[in-house]
């Protein structure tokens, strides 16, 4: 079964890996490795808000590591 991550979680996960601890969204990840797991284009635009154009970089490797789901008509 997919999941589609929220905001909330990237910005979690994000935080974790700037204070190098690894506490519930790492969890969740390993708890979860299976998976596939996504986040909707409306997670990606939220989420890129918190990033400089500088840290392009930085968002990309955040955001490149699960499926980006578009938005349709379904």
């Known amino acids: ?11 979690d996960l ?6 190098e601890r690894e506490d519930a969204a790492h969890q969740f990840l ?5 998976r596939p797991l996504y986040l909707s284009i409306v997670t990606v ?3 890129s808000e918190g990033f400089t154009p500088e840290q392009k970089e ?4 955040y955001s ?4 980006v789901l ?5």
């Open 1 to 11: 079964m997919e999941l589609v991550l929220d905001t909330v979680f990237l910005i």
């Open 14 to 19: 994000e935080r974790e890996i700037r204070r």
């Open 30 to 34: 390993l708890e979860n490795r299976e």
């Open 45 to 47: 635009g939220e989420f």
């Open 58 to 61: 930085l968002f990309s490797s």
């Open 64 to 67: 490149s590591k699960f499926g």
């Open 70 to 74: 578009p938005i349709d008509a379904e």
